[in-house]
């Protein structure tokens, strides 16, 4: 069965830096577009970085130039650095699966449970 199974979540100081991991098994990997997502508390879910089944990274507006997506299609694995973390960076991170290959516009197939980043001032 699809697992997606974060990993690397914590809690940081401002300023500071996280890495997160998300293992990928049971689906054809290397044909999925992947993406990074995170919910706060009272808010809605919103994406954080999407990229093509070829590595190439799509950002939100908010985490460009901080965070960086990438994925190993030999090893199943997508990864997420954080630098330069913000309060407003706090929320559970998801890891999902789209099965297209270059991120267009749509619902993903396959999510993971998540793991909590927790910035503070």
């Known amino acids: 069965q699809v697992q997606l199974v974060e990993s690397g979540g914590g809690s940081v100081q401002a300023g500071g830096s996280l890495r997160l991991s998300c293992e990928a098994s049971g689906f054809t990997y290397s044909r999925y577009c992947m993406g990074w997502f995170r919910q706060a508390p009272g808010k809605e879910r919103e994406g954080v970085a999407n990229i093509t089944s070829d590595g190439r990274p799509i950002y939100q507006d908010s985490v460009k130039g901080r965070f960086t997506i990438s994925r190993d299609n030999a090893k199943n694995t997508l990864d997420l650095q954080m630098n330069s973390l913000k309060v407003e960076d706090t929320a559970m991170y998801y890891c999902?699966?789209?099965?297209?290959?270059?991120?267009?516009?749509?619902?993903?197939?396959?999510w993971g449970q998540g793991t909590q980043v927790t910035v503070s001032s």
């Open positions: 999902a699966a789209r099965a297209v290959w270059f991120c267009a516009p749509g619902p993903f197939n396959y």
